[in-house]
Nanobody
């Protein structure tokens, strides 16, 4: 079994910063890639940032230059550093881990989400 748990969300004022963490636990061979997604009320879940094996990254245009994704394979943990936060960044943020698990099969595992609210 593989579990993915996000943390680090909360309430922050516009212009502030938060760092989200995504911890992967359980039995697996390796983490291939990780992605952060967000979903605002009444909207679809969209990709925010993605980091692949070899640490290749890509970002949604709306967060480029403000957010930074990283991962620490030794700790089985991914991070999303969010700076210069705006009210439109308010959403539930989800982590998706692409993991080689049992039988060395690649599967996606989602966390339960963490709420980020940007408001004065």
């Amino acid at each position: 079994q593989v579990q993915v748990v996000e943390s680090g969300g909360g309430l922050v004022q516009p212009g502030g910063s938060l760092r989200l963490a995504c911890v992967v636990s359980g039995t697996f061979f390796e983490i291939h890639a990780m992605g952060w997604y967000r979903q605002a009320p009444g909207k679809q879940r969209d990709l925010v940032a993605h980091i692949a094996s070899g640490d290749t990254t890509n970002y949604a245009d709306s967060v480029k230059g403000r957010f930074t994704i990283s991962k620490d394979n030794a700790k089985a943990t991914g991070y999303l550093q969010m700076n210069s936060l705006r009210p439109e960044d308010t959403a539930v943020y989800y982590c998706k881990a692409e993991i080689y698990g049992r039988g060395y099969v690649l599967d996606d595992y989602w966390g339960q989400g963490t709420q980020v609210t940007v408001s004065s």
